[in-house]
């Protein structure tokens, strides 16, 4: 029964989650209007709204226009639900599992932003490090070598919710400060930006939850995922012949071999490291003790 009521309340909280994905990158309020469909714009009955239900019945169109509704919207729904049964079944019935829903929820708003439109909002990550800094003061990040240093050289209690503080403002420094450091050599190295602001800041956000732990291991996590991931899809749009037209206009007029220079225009598509961080945050919540485990049996 509880794991019930954790998912339907999952799945209730995607359908918002959905409402700031849409909404918040084009600067529209959350609160209102009341959803609608995004083609005929008629507002959608409280029966057509019931989360993945609603879209299975309609088959995924409106009811009105018949316009097809994006899969994205019961796939949240349902991911939301799931995640969230997840942090109840790792964390029990507390204040810490409060902590990681509330973190999933932020999370998955980043990650299918960034996927859909290649944004990180700052109003989702200044409102995200803002609940950060408020759980720390009650659930801080389980640094213990952190709280250590911060207790001897302020004379402390670990206890002390000033420490939880201390603890999140460390993680949210050292998360960005390590990738805007990458960014830096990245563009020096390059001659051009590898990834936003955005990122720099959605890192932050995560270290005001994570802790530097969290924060270095979903910075390991998702540039794991996006290097293993980013070449799979740069090889694909190679071999499925991604931009061939203009690969055999530009090898016409003596730019190089077509074969080169589609390799070149794949290796240039942008990928949403956004979106590989917020996976690797998820795991890093989830999986935090297998990870450990492993990368010690690995250092061994």
């Known amino acids: 029964m509880v794991i019930a009521i954790f998912f339907l309340f999952g799945l209730v909280i995607g359908s918002f989650l959905n409402v700031c994905i849409a909404r918040i990158p084009e600067e529209v309020s959350i609160v209102s209007p009341r959803s609608r469909c995004p083609q005929c714009h008629q507002p959608i009955k409280s029966y057509d709204n019931i989360p993945v239900v609603s879209w299975l019945l309609l088959g995924g169109k409106c009811r009105n226009c018949k316009a097809r509704i994006s899969a994205q ?21 507390s204040l810490v599992t409060a902590k990681w829903m509330v973190f999933t929820g932020l999370i998955l ?31 801080p990040p389980q640094d213990e070598l952190v709280q250590q240093i911060v207790c001897r050289t302020t004379s402390l209690s670990p206890a002390s919710p000033i420490v939880g503080v201390l603890d999140a403002l460390i993680g949210a420094l050292f998360g960005s400060l390590l990738l805007w450091g990458v960014a830096t050599l990245y563009k020096i190295a390059r001659k051009r930006e590898g990834m936003g602001m955005g990122d720099v ?47 055999m206009r530009a090898s016409r007029r003596g ?3 077509e074969r080169g220079i589609r390799w070149a225009i794949a290796s ?33």
Request: glycine letters at 14%; aromatic letters at 14%; hydrophobic letters at 60%.
């Open 73 to 93: 919207y019961p796939l949240v729904e349902l991911l939301t639900g799931l995640l969230f049964v997840a942090c109840y079944l790792s964390f029990g019935l």
């Open 109 to 139: 708003v980043l990650t299918v932003t960034d996927l859909r439109v290649r944004l990180l909002p700052d109003a989702v990550n200044f409102f995200g490090m803002g609940l950060g800094l408020a759980f720390a003061l009650r659930v």
């Open 201 to 247: 800041k959605m890192i932050a956000m995560i270290g005001t939850f994570a802790g530097v732990r969290g924060v270095f291991l979903t910075i390991l996590l998702g540039s794991l995922l996006g290097s293993i991931l980013g070449l799979a899809i740069v090889s694909g749009l190679y071999f499925v012949g991604w931009k061939r037209p203009l690969a």
């Open 255 to 257: 730019l190089g071999s």
């Open 268 to 300: 240039a598509y942008q990928l949403p490291f956004g979106t590989f961080l917020g996976i690797g945050a998820l795991l890093f919540v989830h999986f935090d003790p297998w990870i450990g485990s492993m990368f010690a049996r690995a250092l061994r």
